[in-house]
């Protein structure tokens, strides 16, 4: 015979465990994307050889108790394209982008921008906001103020 205080017990443990999914889940998505870089001596440092199977990396930059995200991922044509994970007409949702192929997808209003066409002249409504980098042999260096300039964004 099932009693009152059985069912309360079982439907207690049913909803402990949808909440534990729940928090993982939460917390492998929120934390789990981005890797945290620091600079030296006013550069961050990236390797080259992380971009080379064409799959955006994402990564945070810490300013002032504020973190900047921003990604890196290598074209089609072996340059490596960076930019702020925000952009002029969707920051306010702090959804940023994710990778679709040869294109990043805003997360936000879903338009999609090539890969190869991310840089100083794509720039305005929802494209990727321009960070500027320079290759360097096996690493790609990122000034510490270009990064500041996109704050905004966060």
Known sequence: MVTK???QVVLAGILTVVMLVGA???FAF?????????????IVTLPVAKLTDGKARFYKFEDGGKEIA???????????RTAFDACDSCYRSKKGYEQQGDKMNC???NQKFAINR????ATGGCNPGYL???????TISIKASDLKDGARYF
Do not use: M
Request: contains cysteine; charged residues 25%; proline residues 7%.
């Open 24 to 26: 993982v889940s939460v």
């Open 5 to 7: 205080r059985t069912k």
């Open 30 to 42: 929120s934390f789990g994307k981005y890797e945290k870089v620091k600079a030296d001596n006013g």
């Open 118 to 121: 991310l840089g100083p002249n």
């Open 132 to 138: 500027p980098n320079q290759p360097k042999g096996g």
């Open 107 to 109: 997360n936000n209003c």
């Open 70 to 80: 921003f990604f890196a991922v290598k074209a089609a044509d072996g340059s490596i």
